[in-house]
């Protein structure tokens, strides 16, 4: 008995470990099983979420890609994706008031006016070619044979390296450094005497860029030719060209120091024929102080003044900003043929003319000082603080007329031989875009005693609202 | 009339007075300049910037700054594209800068003959990174074409590693197949099918397998791979070397629109130049690049594992062709992706 007893109890005891072993096993594979269904639902889940990370990304760099029309202080701005094309949309309005004081019978009359409103459009095509278009329909413009007034800026630009561009078109003569400052950016409301015998805006061909980081810039190009202070985009009366030439060192411009970086030093000139009318000069408060002999020519009585060939004009410049403060100063000199022509008289000479300024200027409120456009530190807002920038401008300058005029080409009575000006202003940046200004100027002319406009010292209030994006 | 002539001289030699002035003050500064690189390269360039910068100021006084942006080398080519005013570009493909030649006309067509080894100044290989004990017994670039096998790699219309691995693969199995296109194709679409997941850029696709732990293995840079067998998790991954891999070469450009606009030109090709010298190829050599120069090599060579390299140029041509035939839209990559979906 003994044996099938131990038999059986082996037998049930191998049964119970087979069982045991079956279950472990079976328990085993099942846990295994588990633990790769886990492992793939786990890569799954990572996967998924890894996933919506990446498209998340590669929407951002799609909406990157998208055409992008903007609205902001620059103004409207429509860009393709590759920023290859682009058209931005933006204007200037500066509404005056002139105020005139202690003034003779007959001279300028206190006037609202708006003396800028100047729709802009510019932009780029094919990257390499930049273009713009200002119009201008301010108070008193109008056009002529020689110059459509309303067309200020017309020009393609052909953007092949900062350092080396190609402008054709209608633009600022590159050659006095008020002049080339934006209209907005001035530091008080009219240019100093020499942007009146510098000339204005005149079509042409230049070729121009700022090498060296912008240390160094130059234009130099062929024009129609102007009279001292004009415009023009047509030749009218002659064929000759002005060749205009400009340098402008900033040399110290990544310096560290900062009383050194603000330096820049320049000069400009042109060289040319001229044949044609001749300009008349104006004051600060625009009206004309100096005219040449302006008769038909027909008779000796009625003697008239034209350009009569050769003309040149130098002007050494020079600015300099240091924090809050601000100095530009120019000088520049016009010397042209001149022709006077009565009857059958015919009388040659040459007018040396010249003028120059010293600006300076100083923000009360901290901001740094600058050529171009200033950024108020603390935008004026209701209620919260911010006040806007306040700056103080002040100017001497001067306008000399070369005594050899007189009384030949320019009658002494009402022709100024000489002005002399000082100025001081305020502007108060409520932000980057609206300004308010006031200018108080007072000129003292010698000559022109019967001349309503220069028989006294002209003493004028000019106020401005600006807005520019 | 006044005499002028003594009046204008008096003008125009205080203007060259001044201007001489000017010209004596181009002196001592400070100079910024801006690498847009590709993805790996970040740990490199900040070692390499730095002693750039010490060398640079030893050698001409001025303290340079050099300002680092990285990203998936197409992305990089084109942000360059839309305006980021990159001084040189260290892409991870020829094909990148000569975008930057066709579409911005940033610098000339001949940019690859400026600088030695057609300016790849270090190489690199594909490799494959593997989770520890490599448990799907990864060997070949044929492995990974098995059913089950989790592939990471990224999206080859965003990053030029992600190229770089196609063309390996590619080229892997045209020399397999003793150059039969269709198995190549077939062979390249099933590694694809076993990509979960297409990053925009290798670092992406690192932090996919390395972080957050997905795929069986990373078809990675070379220099990517050690980087992560050298770091904290080294413990976790091991290195597989194909026999037959695709030598890598980034190439390097400066930009001589922008460096003309920044005045940068100088410093730039200095910075390029710096890449060539003994101490630059060996700061590459430690950041797990191949160096060029042999010296440089001879010193780090135990840190790469041996294996048959094949160049781009040997097995696929030009950069532009390739870019047509593989990348570009409706390619043979489109197809793939279209067919596996």
Redesign the interface.
């Known amino acids: 008995m003994s044996i099938p007893i131990r038999y059986s109890a082996g037998l049930f005891a191998s049964t119970i470990v087979s069982l045991a072993v079956l279950a472990a096993d079976d328990t085993e594979a099942q846990l295994r099983q588990l633990r790769e269904q886990l492992s793939a639902l786990d ?1 799954k889940i ?2 998924l ?3 919506r990370e ?1 498209d998340q ?2 929407a951002v ?1 799609k909406a ?1 890609a998208q055409p992008l029309a903007t609205i902001d202080d620059k103004g409207f701005t429509i860009r393709s ?3 290859n094309f682009t058209m931005r949309i933006h204007g200037v309005f500066q509404g005056d008031g002139r105020f005139y004081f202690d003034h003779a019978a007959g001279a300028a009359n206190d006037t609202f006016l708006a003396r800028r409103v100047r729709p802009i459009f510019d932009g780029t095509v094919y ?2 070619f930049d273009y713009r278009l200002m119009l201008d329909f301010g108070s008193g413009l109008n056009s002529a044979a020689a110059n459509v007034g309303f067309v200020q800026d017309a020009y393609v630009n052909m953007n092949i ?3 080396f561009q190609i402008r054709v078109g209608k633009d600022k003569v590159p050659l006095s450094l008020e002049r080339l400052q934006s209209d907005v950016d001035l530091g008080l409301p009219e240019r100093g005497f020499p942007s009146v015998i510098a000339p204005n805006r005149d079509t042409g061909i230049q070729f121009r860029g ?6 160094f810039e130059y234009q130099l190009g062929v024009f129609n030719g102007l009279s001292d202070g004009g415009s023009g985009d047509f030749e009218t009366t002659d064929s000759g060209k002005d060749v205009v030439a400009r ?1 402008f ?1 900033q ?2 411009r ?3 120091a900062k009383w050194l970086k603000g330096i820049g ?1 320049g ?1 400009g000139g042109s060289y040319g024929d001229q044949r044609g009318a001749v300009r008349s000069y104006v004051s600060t408060g625009q009206q004309t102080i100096f005219s040449y002999l302006n008769g038909n020519g027909s008779t000796p009585l009625t003697p008239q003044v034209t350009a009569g060939g050769e003309h040149w004009r ?1 002007e ?1 410049q ?1 600015w300099y900003y240091w924090g809050s403060l601000g100095i530009l100063g120019e ?1 520049i ?1 016009s ?1 042209q043929k001149l022709q006077r022509t009565a009857g059958t008289s015919v009388l040659q ?2 007018a ?1 003319n010249r003028g120059w300024q010293i600006q300076g200027s100083w923000f009360f409120t901290g901001e740094e000082n600058t050529f171009r456009t200033v950024n108020p530190l603390r935008p004026f807002t209701l209620g919260d603080g911010g006040w806007g920038a306040l700056q103080a401008v002040a100017r001497i300058n001067q306008l000399t007329l ?3 005029l007189f009384p030949v080409f320019a009658n002494p009575d009402t022709s100024v031989s000489k002005a002399s000006e000082w100025s001081v202003g305020i502007n108060w940046y409520l932000n980057r875009l609206v300004r308010v200004s006031a200018d108080y100027s007072q000129t003292h002319y010698e000559g022109g005693a019967k001349n309503p406009a220069t028989a006294k010292d002209e003493k004028v209030l000019i106020s401005r609202v600006q807005l520019s994006f | 009339m006044k005499t002028v002539s003594s009046d204008i001289r008096r003008i125009f030699r205080a203007s060259l007075i001044l201007l001489v002035l000017c010209g004596v003050s181009l002196s001592a500064k400070t100079i910024e300049i801006l690498n847009v690189s590709y993805d790996p390269t970040r740990e490199f360039y900040v070692q390499f910037n730095e002693a750039f910068s010490t060398y640079w100021k030893e050698k001409t006084g001025d303290d340079v700054v050099v300002k680092q942006s990285h990203g998936g080398s197409g992305k990089q080519a084109r942000a360059i594209l839309d305006g980021l005013q990159a001084d040189v570009a260290t892409l991870g493909l020829g094909y990148d800068i000569n975008v930057l030649v066709e579409k911005g006309r940033l610098l000339p067509e001949d940019w690859q003959q400026r600088l030695p080894n057609n300016s790849s100044p270090y190489t690199s290989a594909i490799v494959l990174l593997v989770r520890k004990g490599n448990p799907k017994g990864i060997h070949e670039f044929e492995d990974l074409a098995r059913p089950g096998v989790s592939v990471i790699t990224p999206n080859p219309k965003t990053s030029g590693g992600a190229r770089w691995n196609f063309l390996a693969a590619w080229g892997y199995a045209l020399k397999k197949w003793n150059g039969d296109k269709a198995k190549a194709r077939a062979f390249v679409a099933a590694i694809y099918k076993n990509t979960p997941v297409l990053d925009t850029g290798a670092r992406g696709a690192t932090t996919t397998f390395v972080e957050r732990g997905i795929g069986d293995v990373f078809i990675s840079w070379e220099n990517e791979a050690l980087l992560v067998l050298n770091g904290k998790d080294k413990a976790e991954f091991s290195l597989v070397v194909p026999s037959t891999t695709i030598l890598a070469e980034p190439p390097v450009a400066w930009l001589d629109r922008n460096v003309r606009r920044h005045g940068t030109e100088a410093v730039s090709r200095g910075y390029l130049e710096f890449l060539y010298t003994e101490k630059g190829q060996e700061i590459a050599a430690r950041n797990y690049y191949r160096p060029r120069n042999a010296k440089i090599a001879g010193q780090f060579s135990s840190q790469f594992a041996p294996t048959q390299l094949f160049t781009v140029q040997e097995v696929f041509g030009a950069w532009n062709d390739i870019q047509k035939t593989y990348f570009a839209e409706g390619g043979i990559f489109d197809e793939i992706q279209r067919d596996n979906r």
């Open positions: 890569q990572r996967t979420e890894r996933q990446v990304e590669i760099d990157k994706a590759d920023t990257r390499l390296d900062p350092a700022e090498p060296w980081g912008g240390k340098v060192f040399p110290f990544d310096q560290r030093l000069v130098v050494p020079a000088y000199v010397d000479t040459r040396d070369d005594n050899q």
